[in-house]
């Protein structure tokens, strides 16, 4: 056990231990703490997959393969998505991706949630790859058409280098008008990011308010 000695003199000649300067001081950085993670903790959320369905699929679709119930290691619960692109080129494209989208295979043609989503902070998301290393970009909106998101350009991540291990991800919503959705989630990828193609896995999308 440190056993504490010294003493500091403080305005007024007053003599406090360190120990208690060092416990004043862990008390203070506890209590920012907790005022951060209570500012940080949604208030709301909805799930991605109670609201949209990857229905939109894009550019080399026969390089996809989803598996919407994998047990191989999820973030949480008994399942995760499990997305395989083998980046054959079956399209000539040269990349692929896919929406979640609601309602089913709707780009623009249909109404999609009407002020379901207004006020939402963020898109949060967890992702990883089997190996690590692969490329992979997210996003939301950008689904144009008669209906069209009420986000356009999409609001995108950029391209994201995936770890092996579980990681969250978020898209930040703040001022964004979300009155009209139809393309809830997105994951696109191509062949220059990973040339012998790459798996991934998702779990817990979610908007957040």
Excluded at 94 to 103: D, E
Excluded at 142 to 164: E, F, H, Q, R, Y
Excluded at 172 to 201: A, E, Q, R
Aim: with cysteine; proline share 4%; aromatic share 12%.
């Amino acid at each position: 056990m440190i056993t504490f000695r010294r003493l500091v003199i403080i305005s007024g000649g007053y003599k406090v231990s360190m120990k208690l300067i060092l416990l004043l001081l862990l008390a203070i950085a506890s209590v920012f703490s907790l005022a951060y993670c209570a500012e940080n903790q949604p208030t709301k959320v909805e799930n991605v997959s109670d609201r949209f369905i990857p229905s939109g699929y894009m550019g080399d679709i026969g390089d996809i393969s989803l598996n919407a119930h994998s047990a191989n290691n999820p973030h949480s619960g008994p399942e995760c998505i499990e997305i395989l692109y083998s980046a054959d080129g079956s399209s000539g494209a040269g990349w692929a991706g896919i929406y979640w989208q609601h309602p089913e295979n709707n780009w623009g043609d249909y109404p999609g949630w009407k002020d379901v989503f207004t006020g939402a902070k963020r898109l949060t998301f967890w992702a990883r790859g089997v190996n690590g290393g692969e490329a992979a970009e997210f996003k939301m909106g950008g689904i144009s058409g008669t209906n069209s998101d009420s986000v356009k350009p999409a609001k995108s991540t950029g391209v994201l280098t995936l770890s092996k291990d579980w990681k969250q991800y978020s898209i930040d919503l703040t001022g964004k008008d979300l009155s009209h959705v139809i393309g809830g989630f997105c994951w696109v990828t191509n062949k220059m990011g990973n040339p012998s193609g790459c798996t991934i896995y998702l779990d817990d999308i979610r908007y957040e308010w």
